[in-house]
C-alpha cells in the first residue's frame, strides 16, 4: 500500500510539472505577445483590404531559421518577427526592422541571426536566447562595437570600409610586432600563447575576469578578457615578456575587437568566397617584415633595449650594427650588400663574386645570422640557478622565407648610425 501510495503521488507530481511546463510553453510564454504586437501594428498599418486580411491571417506561433550549412536552428525571429519588415520603423524592439541595410546583402534564411549575433539559436526566452547571464555560454549576444568582429568570419577585412576597428587593431597588431611572440594563422613566433582562435577561447575558469570589466561588456568573459590582456600585460598571468604599449583606450578597444575577430572558420568554403578572392600574396619588403615580427623584441628602429629577465646580457640585442657585425666598415658597401639582397640575389653563390672587402667574413657572418634567424637561439643565464629567461630567439624557419630573412637583413644594413660613427671620431 506505501508503493502504491509513492507512486500515485509522483505521478500526480509528474503530470502536474508537465502541465505547468505545457502551460509555459504554448500559454505563458515571453515571445507569444510580441507577435501580439507585431500582428496589433500589421491591423494599424494596413492601407488596403488585403493588407487587412493579411494582417487578420497572421498566425502566432513558434517560427526558426534553419540554415544546415552553418548547422543552426535560429528562434530569433519567434521575437524579433518584423526583422524584414520596412514598415517597423518607428516601433519598439524586438518588433522593429533591422537596422541599415545589412539584410538587402545578406539572405536572412541563409545566414540566419547567431552567424553575426552570437547568442543560444535554439533559446526560447530573452536570457538563455542572449546568453549573456547563462553559466560558461561562451558566445553570448554581441553589441556595438564588436559586431565588427564577427563580420570577418565571411568578409575579407579589407572589402567592408565600414570595419574601421577591426582595420585599426589589425594595423595596430602588425605595425607593434605581435607576430614577433604571437602565431596566427601559421605565421609569427612561438613564445606566447597562439591567437589563431583567441576568440574561441574557453576562459571562464582558467583567467577570471573581474566583474567592472564582465559587467563593461555585457558579461562576455571573451571579450573581457582580451581587453584586460591588452590593457594590462602583467594581469594574467603576472609574469610575462609582453612590453606595456602604453596604448591609448580607443588603440585598447580597437585591438581587442580586431583579436575578438580571430575565430574559427564555420562557414563554408562558398560563404568565404570574398575572402578567398580578396587574398593576396604577402609584399617581402624588409621594413615591413620587421615591424611585424622582430620590434616587439628588438625594438623601434632595432636599437634594442628590451629588457628580459635573468639574460647575461640584461636586454635584448640591438640589431641597428649588423653592418658592423658582417664585417662591412663602409657605408658603400653596407649599401651594395643591401642592395642584393633586397633583390633576391644569392650572396653566397653570384658570378662574379661579392666585390667587398673582407669578403670571406662577410659572407661567413651573414650565413651565421642567417642560420640564427632560422633556426633561433636560446638566451643564456645570468644566473644559471635562476628563472629561465622571457624571451629567446626563436625558430623562423617554418614563419618566415629564405627571401623574407634576407629582406630583413637588407633593411637592418640601412639602420647602421654611420653619422654618430663619424662625429665620434
Not at 500589421?42 to 517560427?63: C, T, V
Not at 573581474?210 to 582580451?226: C, K, Q, V
Request: net charge neutral; hydrophobic share 35%.
Amino acid at each position: 500500500m506505501k508503493t502504491e501510495k509513492i507512486i500515485l503521488i509522483s505521478s500526480l507530481i509528474l503530470i502536474a510539472v508537465l502541465l505547468a511546463e505545457a502551460y509555459r510553453e504554448n500559454i505563458n510564454n515571453e515571445w507569444q505577445p510580441f507577435q501580439k504586437l507585431y500582428k496589433k501594428e500589421l491591423k494599424k498599418k494596413a492601407i488596403d483590404k488585403k493588407e487587412q486580411k493579411l494582417a487578420d491571417n497572421y498566425e502566432i506561433k513558434m517560427r526558426q531559421i534553419v540554415v544546415p550549412e552553418l548547422n543552426r536552428v535560429d528562434r530569433c525571429v519567434i521575437c524579433h518577427v518584423g526583422i524584414e519588415d520596412p514598415r517597423m520603423v518607428n516601433v519598439p524592439q524586438p518588433i522593429k526592422v533591422h537596422p541599415g541595410d545589412i539584410l538587402g546583402d545578406h539572405e536572412l534564411e541563409k545566414v540566419g541571426c547567431t552567424v553575426c549575433h552570437d547568442g543560444q539559436g535554439r533559446a526560447v526566452t530573452k536570457k538563455e536566447a542572449h546568453g549573456v547571464s547563462v553559466a560558461f555560454w561562451e558566445k553570448p549576444l554581441m553589441y556595438p562595437p564588436f559586431l565588427e568582429s564577427n563580420c570577418v568570419r565571411c568578409h575579407n577585412v579589407e572589402s567592408l570600409p565600414e570595419l574601421t576597428l577591426v582595420k585599426k587593431g589589425k594595423d595596430l597588431f602588425l605595425r607593434n610586432g605581435c607576430l614577433g611572440c604571437h602565431e596566427l594563422r601559421g605565421k609569427g613566433g612561438n613564445l606566447a600563447p597562439e591567437l589563431t582562435n583567441i576568440s574561441d577561447a574557453n576562459i571562464h575558469l582558467k583567467h577570471p575576469v573581474s566583474e567592472e570589466l564582465l559587467d563593461r561588456f555585457h558579461h562576455n568573459a571573451n571579450i573581457a578578457y582580451i581587453y584586460e590582456s591588452v590593457k594590462q600585460p602583467g594581469a594574467q598571468p603576472e609574469i610575462t615578456a609582453m612590453p606595456d604599449f602604453n596604448f591609448s583606450e580607443e588603440e585598447i578597444l580597437a585591438l581587442t575587437v580586431f583579436l575578438k575577430g580571430l575565430s574559427k572558420k564555420e562557414v563554408p568554403i562558398s560563404y568565404l568566397a570574398e575572402i578567398q578572392e580578396g587574398k593576396q600574396p604577402e609584399t617581402v619588403h624588409g621594413e615591413p617584415l620587421y615591424r611585424k615580427y622582430c620590434v616587439a623584441c628588438h625594438g623601434t628602429d632595432a636599437k634594442g633595449g628590451v629588457k628580459n629577465i635573468n639574460y647575461i646580457k640584461r636586454t635584448v640585442p640591438e640589431l641597428n650594427i649588423l653592418a658592423e657585425r658582417m664585417f662591412l666598415d663602409e657605408p658603400e658597401n653596407a649599401n651594395k650588400v643591401s642592395e642584393l639582397l633586397k633583390n633576391g640575389v644569392d650572396i653566397t653563390k653570384m658570378s662574379p663574386k661579392l666585390d667587398v672587402p673582407k669578403r670571406g667574413r662577410v659572407l661567413a657572418q651573414y650565413r651565421a645570422i642567417r642560420n640564427v634567424i632560422k633556426r633561433g637561439s636560446p638566451a643564456g643565464k645570468a644566473d644559471p640557478e635562476g628563472p629561465e629567461p622571457l624571451l629567446h630567439m626563436p625558430s623562423w624557419a617554418k614563419g618566415l622565407s629564405d627571401k623574407d630573412i634576407d629582406s630583413i637583413i637588407a633593411y637592418l644594413l640601412t639602420l647602421y648610425p654611420w653619422e654618430q660613427e663619424e662625429t665620434s671620431e
